[in-house]
């Protein structure tokens, strides 16, 4: 990214600024083709694209305040509210799973650290030796090291410490003690937000964990996140983020694996939240740019429909 357009990046506020495609040097034509492919996924919702902060283009299909079931997107967020743990010191990555919760899921290997939870190399030993996808106890065993760490209940954390900050508009759904889960597979109702909610995160983190002068993520965090720490166990996976680094094997939730990037024509520093039925954010750190489209697609079609996505968007670069 040139100097010019760095100093043209700015943070959302209560609403979104908006401008055109060509100001930020996109082609308008580009996107309205991949907007048009785009929508030609089954039950496509909506695409949003943001660059340098700004709103460059929204299509929906209802409206921009619409919200949708996130899902396993729902991990990002749970990666960002362990890194503001880790900012604020009280936690670390290092941290053994069994020296926070002694009696805990016993598919979690001896040795564990909080690090494997979040790469979903915790379930076979030696930790960080095999991947396993995971959106319930598992994963959700970070909620309870995150509320003994903090001394608050986990939805307090995120309203205090992430929705706050970033003006997120959606409530995290909780019990009536303050239990969140970070795993879509669980007792409560999964997280309904907006294209605009999900892009201010993906903002964030392109932005190095900084919100406006606020570091609201360590940055050593962010980075381990965004580097696949076990290439052979999963090259494609760091802390609850899908990569394209191009490093180890990469393996997909359908079985799919092969080596290089997972998207040979993308950077290697895209990065993906991705939740089930279509929903998707991809994150192009060189160009600024945050793009998200949900829908309520099936399953069944996630690797065409996500080929259709990352394709058009990184040809918005082009």
Do not use: C
């Amino acid at each position: 990214m040139n100097d010019i357009a760095a100093n043209q990046r700015v943070f959302p506020g209560t609403e979104w600024a908006l401008a055109t495609p060509e100001s930020m040097g996109i082609d308008a034509g580009k996107l309205a083709r991949a907007t048009e492919e785009i929508f030609t996924i089954d039950k496509r919702f909506g695409f949003l694209v943001a660059k340098h902060g700004r709103i460059v283009h929204e299509h929906y299909l209802r409206d921009a305040s619409a919200t949708n079931k996130i899902f396993s997107a729902t991990k990002g967020l749970g990666a960002t509210l362990i890194g503001i743990a880790q900012a604020q010191g009280i936690l670390h990555v290092d941290d053994l799973v069994s020296d926070w919760l002694p009696v805990h899921h016993p598919d979690i290997a001896e040795g564990a650290q909080i690090r494997h939870l979040l790469n979903m190399t915790a379930s076979k030993s030696p930790a960080g030796s095999w991947w396993q996808y995971n959106s319930a106890e598992i994963l959700n065993s970070l909620t309870g090291i995150l509320w003994l760490a903090s001394g608050m209940p986990p939805v307090r954390f995120y309203e205090k410490y992430l929705r706050a900050p970033l003006g997120l508009s959606f409530e995290w759904p909780s019990n009536n003690k303050g239990w969140i889960q970070i795993g879509s597979q669980g007792p409560l109702p999964v997280i309904e937000a907006t294209h605009r909610d999900i892009a201010r995160m993906g903002l964030l983190w392109m932005r190095g964990g900084q919100w406006n002068d606020q570091q609201l993520i360590d940055p050593d965090f962010l980075h381990e996140a965004l580097t696949a720490p076990y290439p052979e166990a999963n090259g494609a996976y760091g802390y609850l983020w899908w990569l394209n680094a191009g490093t180890g094997t990469w393996r997909t939730t359908g079985g799919r694996t092969g080596t290089g990037r997972w998207f040979a024509d993308a950077p290697a520093n895209m990065f993906l939240a991705l939740g089930a039925r279509g929903k998707v954010m991809v994150v192009l750190p060189d160009e600024d740019l945050v793009a998200v489209t949900m829908g309520d697609t099936a399953q069944e079609q996630s690797a065409n429909y996500l080929d259709i996505i990352v394709r058009n968007v990184i040809g918005l670069a082009s």
